[in-house]
């Protein structure tokens, strides 16, 4: 499930790779973080824990890039938090180059974050407004004093300026003398100027319009070419994750349910959930209206703190079925798909994952999904099972 | 041409007309200022439309573009000082609502015309149950009392399909998800059956399953009140899926009007085709996304002739120097496009141009 954008099936075909790849920048192994929820102040005590990220994992090549999309509160932010070490898990490895980042600290941890960087959703906040660009750019450098020798740093400054497409002139410019893109664009300056081999980008475009969106991710895709950068792209705009990445995974609930390349996931899914995502999504093209298959999901996202048993999306899920409730769905080749190509044969976390003719189907009438409160799941959809 | 005649020119008598014979809402010519310490933005500079009963209009911009300041100034919640409405009419059936008396104009916003703003956890009150926010309408509108209130009030979340209305009516705001607080604005937006609804970015905040539910709601909910809706957005996807015919804004004047499907199969202005190309598209993946150049004007300083020729790949020296007016957009052989319209010097070779989509 590693290999980098192919529509072919893999030239090798071993039986699922997952161990021993050659040599992933990043392997990141059942990860998991909970936030204790207490009671009380004096006497504090545990009474749950909010499960936003539970075993999560995935492997990410050089010059890669993987694409995390999923709803609000599904735990993609905090997988970025996790990748870049500003919070620790509560279980799992992260591995880079083979060793993992989660149990390092001082000297060893530095020299790591040199080559993971982030660039945040917000330029409006994640820019210290008291600080000049050049400073803000430069900072990396005063945290890591190796990396340029302190004559040259203002020369790299414009040099990275020029780098994201902005005027080198500007380095003594404030933050707020910038548009919304452009201070993107300083924030990916900051993320790049210590060389990074991996860049997490949680949501980098969301806050910005459209005609400038399109600007920020054309430079993002021009520096990963430039430089062989490495993205793990995080958003819930499904049609831009599709656009920038090479493999996708799909988050629901602090899981993923399906992992695939792009054209796995967007062609031929076979997770409930990502089907009735992508249908939802709107496509701006009004002649598309009739033709599309819409799924509507009813209900709204579980609490994190306490998440359906058994499947995590059984509540909201038209083909629900007591198993659901039992078992707790692998994220593996389906069974039913087990021997079969490529495309189809993708990791999904479903017990009764299936294809779709989703793509310009037969005009079919909306599909809507039973009602069910968060304790019954539903009972077969229409072609469930 | 109706769409968005300009003032002077000839306006063929409307076809779908309200009872009293005029549009439900017609906004002619707006002019909206902010004076500020750092001078004087122009918002609003001479946006024209209409809507009719029964009909979407999506009006489509990005930050800055002046759609959600117009709406304001048609509910009358113009943020005033600053802001300044310094010209125009906004017409509701036929009455100019600039020049109606106060009373007037608050009986009209009040029961025939409601907003949905985006973020309805700001938009609601959170010390008062969402029960008594609802019926409040009544209260006030129709002079219920409070036991007959509630009962309205349950009958409205029922019927934007709040499940088991019953037992959530005396729950406050923040005990409600973020879709259910998007239905609770809609209730009270349709609490007193208005004519007219005016909905700003209303699924912005909402992830994409929610806003598929959200927009479902809002189209059956049109239908079977028949009423016009005006919705204000910034996503082409949506716009595409729910409009009947879109007005695009860019600072602050309006680029182009067109039924929905004209617009994004032949565009007839060079900023809509750029925006057109710059969303990445889940049906499609093509490598490198067209980007518009540059950035979206300071309103302070609006550029000369055409406010969008320092982006436009056409500009021409007639753009730095003239201002084009909205052209009725004509088909190859000359007939009027009906409900068409460009504010561009060179809208017949975009017409041309426009590829097959």
């Given at each position: 499930m590693h290999q980098p954008v192919d529509a072919e099936p893999p030239p090798e075909p071993e039986p699922p790779p997952r161990p021993g790849r050659p040599e992933p920048l990043l392997e990141v192994r059942g990860l998991q973080k909970l936030y204790p929820l207490t009671r009380g102040v004096?006497?504090?005590?545990?009474?749950?824990?909010?499960?936003?990220?539970?075993t999560v994992s995935f492997g990410l090549g050089r010059g890669e890039t993987l694409g995390v999309v999923g709803e609000s509160g599904c735990g993609k932010s905090t997988v970025a938090k996790l990748l870049v070490h500003l919070e620790r898990p509560t279980a799992g490895t992260v591995r880079y180059r083979g060793e993992d980042i989660t149990r390092l600290s001082g000297r060893a941890l530095k020299a790591v974050r040199r080559n993971i960087q982030m660039v945040f959703q917000d330029p409006y906040t994640s820019l210290?407004?008291?600080?000049t660009v050049g400073d803000i750019i430069g900072e990396p450098f005063e945290i890591h004093?190796?990396?340029?020798p302190r004559g040259d740093r203002r020369r790299r400054v414009r040099e990275l300026l020029d780098v994201v497409g902005?005027?080198?002139?500007?380095?003594?410019?404030?933050?707020?003398?910038?548009?919304g893109g452009q201070r993107q664009r300083i924030g990916i300056a900051r993320a790049l100027a210590l060389n990074p081999e991996v860049i997490v980008a949680d949501?980098?475009?969301?806050?910005?319009?459209v005609s400038v969106q399109a600007q920020v991710i054309n430079l993002m895709e021009r520096l990963r070419d430039e430089f062989g950068l490495a993205y793990v792209f995080i958003a819930h705009d499904l049609s831009v994750v599709r656009h920038i990445s090479d493999r996708v995974a799909v988050m629901y609930l602090g899981r993923f349910v399906e992992t695939g390349t792009d054209e796995e996931i967007?062609?031929?899914?076979?997770h409930p959930y990502t089907q009735a995502l992508l249908s939802a999504v709107p496509v701006?093209?009004?002649?598309a209206r009739e033709r599309r298959e819409r799924i509507l999901l009813a209900g709204d996202v579980p609490s994190p703190a306490d998440p359906p048993s058994g499947c995590r999306f059984r509540t909201r899920?038209?083909?629900?079925?007591a198993v659901c409730a039992e078992k707790v769905p692998e994220?593996?080749?389906?069974v039913a798909f087990?021997?079969?190509?490529?495309p189809v044969a993708h990791p999904s976390a479903c017990h009764f994952a299936e294809t779709l003719p989703?793509?310009?189907?037969?005009?079919?009438h909306v599909r809507q999904a039973p009602a069910t409160g968060p304790s019954g799941p539903g009972g077969p959809g229409p072609d469930g099972g | 041409m109706p769409a968005t005649g300009t003032r002077d020119g000839e306006r063929p008598a409307?076809?779908?007309?309200g009872p009293s014979g005029a549009r439900l809402l017609d906004v002619r010519d707006l002019h909206v200022e902010f004076r500020t310490r750092d001078g004087t933005v122009s918002?609003?500079?001479?946006v024209s439309y209409h809507v009719d009963a029964g009909e979407t209009l999506a009006v489509l911009g990005e930050s800055g573009s002046g759609k959600s300041v117009t709406a304001q100034a048609v509910m009358g919640?113009?943020?005033?000082?600053?802001?300044?409405?310094t010209g125009g009419e906004i017409r509701f059936r036929g009455r100019d609502l600039l020049r109606a008396s106060r009373e007037e104009r608050r009986r009209i916003r009040g029961a025939r015309m409601a907003m949905i703003f985006q973020d309805a956890l700001s938009s609601?009150?959170?010390?008062?149950t969402v029960g008594d926010q609802l019926g409040e309408m009544f209260q006030v509108?129709?002079?219920?009392s409070r036991r007959a209130a509630k009962a309205k009030a349950v009958e409205l979340m029922d019927r934007v399909r709040i499940p088991a209305a019953k037992q959530r009516v005396?729950?406050?705001?923040?005990?409600?998800s973020g879709g259910m607080r998007q239905r609770i604005m809609i209730a009270m937006a349709l609490a007193l059956e208005p004519d007219l609804i005016i909905a700003d970015e209303?699924?912005?905040?909402?992830?994409v399953t929610v806003q598929a539910q959200v927009m479902d709601l809002l189209a059956d909910l049109r239908q079977e009140y028949a009423m016009g809706l005006v919705l204000i957005t910034h996503d082409l996807g949506v716009v595409a899926d729910v409009a009947d015919r879109i007005a695009v804004m860019y600072a602050g004047r309006i680029m182009e009007t067109a039924p929905v499907d004209q617009l994004y199969r032949r565009p007839a202005h060079p900023y809509t085709r750029g925006l057109l190309d710059s969303v990445p598209r889940l049906d499609r993946k093509g490598r490198g996304l067209r980007a518009v150049r540059g950035l979206p004007p300071d309103l302070r300083r609006v550029p000369p002739g055409c406010e969008f020729h320092p982006r436009c790949?056409?500009?021409?020296?007639v753009c730095v120097r003239r201002r084009p007016p909205l052209y009725e957009v004509t088909g190859e052989d000359g007939t009027p496009l009906p409900g068409r319209a460009s504010a561009c010097h060179f809208w017949k070779d975009e017409l041309a141009d426009a590829p097959a989509r």
């Open positions: 004096v006497l504090r005590r545990r009474t749950g824990a909010v499960r936003a990220v539970d210290n407004p008291r600080m004093p190796g990396a340029a902005l005027n080198p002139e500007y380095i003594n410019r404030y933050p707020h003398q910038f548009s949501e980098p475009v969301s806050a910005l319009d967007y062609e031929h899914p076979t701006p093209d009004p002649g899920c038209w083909k629900a079925e994220l593996a080749v389906p087990r021997g079969r190509d490529r989703l793509d310009r189907p037969a005009p079919r | 409307p076809e779908r007309d918002a609003v500079n001479g919640i113009l943020d005033s000082p600053p802001g300044r409405i609601l009150n959170p010390v008062l509108h129709r002079g219920a005396n729950d406050y705001p923040h005990q409600f209303p699924t912005t905040a909402l992830d790949p056409r500009a021409r020296e």
